[in-house]
Nanobody, 116 residues
């Protein structure tokens, strides 16, 4: 089992920045990939960014060039640096951990609200 706790959400004006953190604990040694997802009201949860244990990253087209995913293995923490925020980035952001072949766990989410 992997436990995930997100932090860093809040209210920010359009054009501003926020950094989200996801602290992982428990059985983390075999995590293959971690990612940030978001869900806006009335919409499906979508992938924002993902990082593998090897350091490969993947971003949604809508956030490329604005968001950066990273991880600090010493602190067992993953980050999402979000710059040039837009109103359409408003959502609950969730942290996810994935292990092969099919284990997946989620954090409880952190609200990000961007005012225009």
């Amino acid at each position: 089992q992997v436990q995930l706790v997100e932090s860093g959400g809040g209210l920010v004006q359009a054009g501003g920045s926020l950094r989200l953190s996801c602290a992982a604990s428990g059985s983390i040694s075999s995590i293959y990939a971690m990612g940030w997802y978001r869900q806006a009201p009335g919409k499906q949860r979508e992938l924002v960014a993902q990082i593998t244990s090897g350091g490969s990253t993947n971003y949604a087209d809508s956030v490329k060039g604005r968001f950066t995913i990273s991880r600090d293995n010493a602190k067992n923490t993953m980050y999402l640096q979000m710059n040039s925020l837009k109103a359409e980035d408003t959502a609950v952001y969730y942290c996810n951990a994935f292990k092969l072949p099919n284990y997946s766990n989620w954090g409880h989410g952190t609200q990000v609200t961007v005012s225009s």
